[in-house]
């Protein structure tokens, strides 16, 4: 006896439609874990990302780089006036130690840099201030040189008529500032570098108050390792003055 089956049209042997149930179920979990994270408002949104970037600056100003302004044309023309700079603080930590040849930051010694005018502008005081701590901006006080380290601890300095000795050695200055010759028309020594110092000098020999002016003074002229901020590593504005020294500015 012939038996007529139903033709295999049910639910089970079709493909979901674009759109059916399941699709509809997909969608109603993605809009429940949306719903999930609401999106905070903008003003607790902006001062988080505020705070966050004053840490991760603080973090680099700490541990990485610093920027200062050269406010002199001391060291031209390696670093011009206005140039802002790069210092690796990151290099002493690591073991690193100033080396003749290297142009360094340091904080002053004492007596070489005239008393820094305060700003009257208590509102602009403080902001200059925050940002001076999280080293967004140079620091505030900016009570800091840069200068070229010319030798260290345990060599003795001299320069005769336009030759510059180490240990009795001519040093080699091809970035020294045109027109300028080694001593610049100031002789002096021969002075030997105490333990833990350094004896500095700039590039515009004929324009720079370094060691050479501050003999009379504490170290004889020589600045304490421990004030050194670390080595320049770049200019980093403005833009056209890009230069890049060195991870210890070489």
């Not at 038996?3 to 509809?24: D, H, K």
């Not at 988080?48 to 600056?57: D, I």
Request: hydrophobic fraction near 35%.
């Amino acid at each position: 006896m012939a038996v007529n089956l139903p033709e295999a049209t049910g639910e089970s042997e079709r493909e979901p439609a674009p759109g059916g149930r399941a699709e509809a179920r997909r969608r109603g979990r993605g809009k429940a874990r949306r719903a999930g994270r609401k999106q905070r408002p903008w003003w607790i949104e902006l001062p988080v990302m505020v705070v966050v970037g004053l840490a991760v600056a603080l973090v680099i100003k700490t541990c990485l780089f610093q920027v200062f302004t050269i406010p002199s044309g001391s060291m031209e023309n390696t670093l011009r006036v206005g140039d802002r700079v790069g210092v690796n603080k990151l290099a002493p930590l690591t073991g690193w130690e100033p080396e003749p040849g290297q142009p360094v930051v340091f904080k002053d010694p004492g007596g070489w840099l005239p008393p820094q005018p305060a700003d009257s502008n208590p509102v602009t005081g403080a902001a200059t201030s925050v940002l001076s701590f999280v080293g967004l901006v140079p620091p505030k006080d900016d009570n800091y040189l840069v200068k070229r380290v010319i030798a260290t601890g345990g060599h003795t300095v001299q320069c005769t008529g336009t030759t510059l000795t180490v240990d009795g050695k001519k040093v080699d200055e091809p970035y020294l500032h045109p027109g300028d010759d080694s001593c610049a028309g100031l002789d002096f020594g021969p002075v030997t570098v105490p333990a833990g110092y350094i004896w500095v000098e700039g590039d515009h020999r004929s324009d720079s108050a370094d060691s050479r002016y501050h003999r009379q003074g504490p170290g004889g002229g020589a600045v304490p390792v421990d004030n050194v901020v670390g080595p320049v590593s770049a200019v980093v504005w403005p833009i056209g003055h890009f230069d890049w020294f060195g991870w210890v500015g070489r």
